[in-house]
Each structure stands twice: as C-alpha cells, then as structure tokens.
C-alpha cells in the first residue's frame, strides 16, 4: 500500500512562512485525495486542507484559507502546504494522510485510509 513521509516541520515565527511536503510513495493507485491534518495534545485531529489530485480542488478549513495554499508537485507525487502569515496558533503535529476520494470535503479524518507519521511545527511570537 501507499506510504506517505511528510517533512519541513521545525520552528516558524509569527506572521512568516513554513513549507511542508507530504511525500506518497508505493501503491497509491485509486487514492485520490491527499489532505493535511493537524493535532495538538487535548484536541480531536483537525483537517487543515486537502487536495483532489486527480481534478486539483481544494479544500480549506476556515482558519486556514487565504492564508495557506496546497501545491501538488505530480512528478514526485508530493502534496505541499505553503503556510504564510503564520500564526502561534498554527502550532501542532502537522499529519499527512491519503483517501480514496475527497468526500465531506475532504476534511474529515474518518475517510482517510493511511496516515503518515507527522511533522511538528512550533509556531512562536
């Protein structure tokens, strides 16, 4: 099955940018939506964006629109998430996942079939 390795996590400052990347590799076949999540200790796993990287739509959760983008780089089969304008509040495990379809917007973890391991990102003032 598909393996997905995210990277580029690390440490921002308020109102600057991080570029992560969700590397998918393996048999990926029929997994057409690729999305990020985030998690931080107390909270329920929140989508942040995902793609359909078959027909390119997008989706963001309002915290995040205008503000991050999702470039889909098909030769390396790599979803990016170009964060700017960054905010404290960004701070979290950043998690790769990838499902079949993006359904219910793409934004809810319970249709994604495989996880990556995370990237942390700690986002200071």
């Known amino acids: 099955q598909g393996q997905l390795v995210e990277s580029g996590g690390g440490s921002g400052q308020a109102g600057g940018s991080v570029r992560l990347s969700c590397a998918a590799s393996?048999?990926?076949?029929?997994?057409?939506?690729m999305g990020w999540f985030r998690q931080v200790p107390g909270k329920e796993r929140e989508g942040v964006a995902a793609?359909?990287?078959?027909?390119?739509?997008?989706y963001y959760a309002d915290s995040v629109k205008d503000r991050f983008t999702l470039p889909f780089d098909n030769p390396k089969n790599t979803l990016n998430l170009h964060m700017n304008n960054l905010d404290p509040e960004d701070t979290g495990m950043y998690i790769c996942?990838?499902?079949?379809?993006?359904?219910?917007?793409?934004?809810?973890?319970?249709?994604?079939?495989?996880w990556g391991q995370g990237t942390r990102l700690t986002v200071s003032s």
């Open positions: 996942a990838l499902a079949s379809w993006c359904g219910r917007g793409g934004l809810s973890q319970y249709q994604y079939n495989y």
């Open positions: 793609m359909n990287t078959v027909g390119g739509s997008t």
């Open positions: 393996g048999h990926t076949y029929g997994f057409y939506c």
